[in-house]
């Protein structure tokens, strides 16, 4: 069992995916999404991402991500903030984030208290040199 594994399962029901807001994309994830997609980036930057002065974000489409159809159309090429989610540094800081999150994420498990949530979560940014 992987230390991922032991506080979370991703559910794929897409309720991380919902809402008005979304994600800015860096270098590496527009050139993965690109490669995911196997299209031109000049079609991709038109079709699914917005620019605002030089920050780049996918789009939304009816309250949703813009790649969001009964789950995520280019999960291979997501960007690394979607692939973190639900493990977010901020639950570290504050056991509110851990219960707000947890309660509108289903992969969460329901069974691991906050401690031993925390405990794993630090463990996973330590390994991949993450910092809060």
Known sequence: MTLVSQIFSCKRCGYCC??????????KDRERMV??????????????????????????????CVFYE???????????????????????????????ISESCPGIKKDVSYEVFCQILRKLMDEADIKC
Do not use: Y
Request: aromatic share 8%; charged share 25%.
């Open 18 to 27: 919902h809402g008005e807001t979304t994600v800015s994309l860096d270098e």
């Open 35 to 64: 490669k995911a997609l196997n299209i031109p980036e000049e079609i991709v930057k038109e079709t699914f991402w917005r620019q605002t002065g030089k920050i780049t974000q996918m789009k939304t489409v009816d309250g949703h």
């Open 70 to 100: 009964e789950g995520c159309n280019v999960h291979n090429g997501r960007p690394w903030r979607c692939a973190q989610w639900p493990l977010h540094p901020s639950i570290l800081s504050d056991e509110n984030n851990f219960h707000t």
